[in-house]
């Protein structure tokens, strides 16, 4: 397809969130051009992969775990179709992640962690120390107990863009690899974007997908714009044996919360740092300093492991911690940006979301609880709502640019 030929709806973005967007309203019949000058090359790049909204539940956050449980339910099936129709497999693993710890008070804190995981009704089963050892035998002896999510899984987003790359190709989407200079709006509506070196591509909707560059889009009104920060987050790549790791390990060491996530071929990603330095990309000997250091209390055996690959990208932030999805205050702009650290996990339920404005089915974010009747000691379950109710753009109208809010509690 000619890219200077109106689309129907042009994405501006080409992460993870913005290609499964395309990739739904592509599946709907809808002419879809992608317009990135790197498809898949930001936040996505470096990102672990972790599909996992029980082990990173906070005190604070429980309209984002409803948004996580909602999406983690229908990984499987996303990642079914889109690897039958681009013919990638994306590696998406359903092993649980296991969440340890070390001293007395780590053991206590993790315990209250899990009564209120169990009050939410969410599966977790608390394990000892030697129970950890055994479910993953390279874990540090000073470990003492942990909670093993079973539900929560894992997915290699580099194999995820690449699959929607491929996919969209075989739907017939164009792909423009240049840089949006403005989104052209005439008549107090959108009506397409204009590249920087001089493509128009006409369209009836615009998508804007380019996480932390969204709140500085050209051509767009101040009250359009989502209220988005670019927070960095630096990891390490360590290429070892397959079967080091089992699933997705994580624990707090020396304060700050530290992963490692398994891949298939034996490749293990150690995160993450958390730094607010605006569209800062440098990968800094500190930060490293302190991924080796916090992934060596865990699994020691780190340490052997030839480093395969450094980076840093910039997740987009927003001031509650939630996403901002569905129709802006500007007619024919959508939004789908904000998901911060959650962007793989909330990729199935963020495509949904925006096919449902182009006419397909409105997804829900269900019960908190997902126990059914909503576990012990739960009132019952919470209603079903559906996603633009929970991620709306027209909860920031009319307050100016909130401070950032501190990440959801955790002890």
């Not at 989502?226 to 089992?246: H, Q, T």
């Amino acid at each position: 397809m000619d890219p200077a030929r109106a689309a129907d709806v042009v994405v501006v973005g080409g992460g993870v969130i913005g290609l499964s967007a395309a990739w739904r309203a592509a599946r709907l019949g809808h002419r879809v051009t992608v317009v990135d000058p790197s498809p898949g090359a930001g936040a996505t790049h470096a990102a672990a992969g972790m599909l996992a909204p029980v082990s990173e539940v906070t005190y604070t956050e429980e309209p984002l775990l409803r948004l996580g449980l909602a999406s983690l339910a229908r990984w499987p099936g996303f990642a079914a179709e889109l690897a039958e129709e681009s013919g990638v497999d994306v590696d998406h693993r359903a092993t649980g992640t296991l969440d340890v710890a070390f001293g007395a008070d780590d053991l206590a804190a993790l315990s209250d962690l899990a009564d209120f995981m169990t009050r939410l009704g969410l599966p977790v089963e608390r394990l000892t120390g030697r129970e950890c050892r055994r479910a993953e035998p390279m874990l540090s002896p000073a470990v003492r107990g942990g909670l093993l999510a079973a539900g929560d899984a894992w997915v290699d987003p580099r194999r995820v863009t690449a699959a929607l790359l491929a996919a969209l190709s075989r739907r017939g989407a164009a792909l423009v690899t240049e840089r949006v200079a403005a989104v052209e709006v005439a008549g107090d509506r959108v009506r397409g974007v204009r590249t920087e070196n001089g493509t128009a591509i006409p369209a009836g909707r615009v998508l804007l997908a380019a996480g932390a560059w969204s709140a500085s889009m050209p051509g767009l009104p101040p009250e359009a714009l989502p209220p988005v920060r670019p927070v960095k987050g630096e990891i390490m790549r360590l290429r070892g044996a397959p079967g080091l790791l089992g699933r997705c390990v994580r624990g707090t060491v020396h304060g700050s919360h530290a992963y490692l996530v398994p891949r298939g071929d034996g490749e293990i990603v150690l995160g993450a740092t958390q730094h607010e330095m605006g569209f800062d990309t440098r990968v800094t000997a500190g930060a490293l300093w302190e991924l080796l250091r916090d992934a060596r209390e865990l699994v020691p055996g780190v340490t052997e492991l030839e480093v395969a690959e450094v980076r840093a990208g910039l997740r987009p932030g927003t001031p509650d911690n939630l996403p901002v999805i569905g129709p802006s205050v500007l007619p024919g702009l959508l939004l789908a940006t904000g998901h911060h650290r959650g962007g793989v996990l909330l990729a199935p339920l963020t495509a949904d979301a925006i096919a449902a404005e182009l006419g397909g089915p409105a997804p829900v974010a269900g019960p908190d609880r997902p126990g059914g009747p909503g576990g012990p000691g739960a009132a019952g379950p919470a209603p079903d709502v559906p996603v633009t109710a929970i991620c709306s753009p027209s909860r920031f109208r009319g307050k100016g640019a909130p401070a950032p809010s501190p990440a959801g509690r955790r002890p």
